[in-house]
């Protein structure tokens, strides 16, 4: 089930107390071509980066562990325009729970620009490949497994309208050669 919330700190400390459902940050993270970063998992499946919202935790703070950890990103360097979404679902998992929940996991989203040099390390105990994938790719996969609200909810996170994806200096090289005098020396360079 899709469903919003106000407060979603709050909302997530109730579901954690209630142990029905594990609290779960899902990072829709778009790169300059606007493609999704996606993981396999050693279970062979993929999906976008996510990881469990420790008891405590801020959404925020979980989504920059879990990126630095699996894929050794640095979020405070490499992501732009973050945004948490008020979106939630609920997801019924019978016979995969851990961590003493009862019925499934509940997933909250976090959207952001992925502007770094796409040198990936993924935790080998835990991921086999990155890739970037098109939204319609992830969406479609994601209806395909049955996760139709997730598949939703991203539908509605990657179609809103919102800033553009620059990328870093690092990075020129998928700047038209033409841009790049024109970064250096704009007053209005994002870089400072």
Request: net charge negative.
């Amino acid at each position: 089930m899709l469903y919003k919330s106000d407060d979603l700190q709050e909302t997530i400390k109730k579901i954690s107390s209630e142990q029905e459902y594990r609290p779960t940050g899902v990072a829709v993270i778009k790169n300059y071509e606007g493609n999704l970063l996606c993981v396999k998992s050693k279970k062979g499946s993929w999906h976008l980066p996510q990881g469990g919202i420790e008891p405590g935790e801020e959404m925020l703070m979980s989504a920059f562990r879990e990126l630095s950890e699996e894929l050794s990103i640095n979020p405070y360097l490499e992501l732009n325009n973050l945004e948490i979404s008020p979106l939630y679902t609920l997801s019924e998992t019978p016979g995969r729970l851990r961590n003493g929940f009862k019925r499934g996991k509940s997933y909250f989203f976090i959207t952001g620009d992925y502007t770094g040099l796409q040198v990936f390390t993924p935790q080998p105990d835990e991921l086999t490949r990155i890739e970037w994938r098109t939204p319609e790719r992830v969406i479609r996969d994601h209806m395909i497994r049955g996760s139709h609200e997730k598949a939703g909810v991203l539908e509605e996170l990657v179609n809103k309208p919102g800033p553009l994806v620059f990328p870093n200096f690092n990075r020129a090289s998928y700047v038209p050669e033409e841009d790049i005098q024109e970064i250096i020396y704009s007053k209005t360079n994002p870089y400072g």
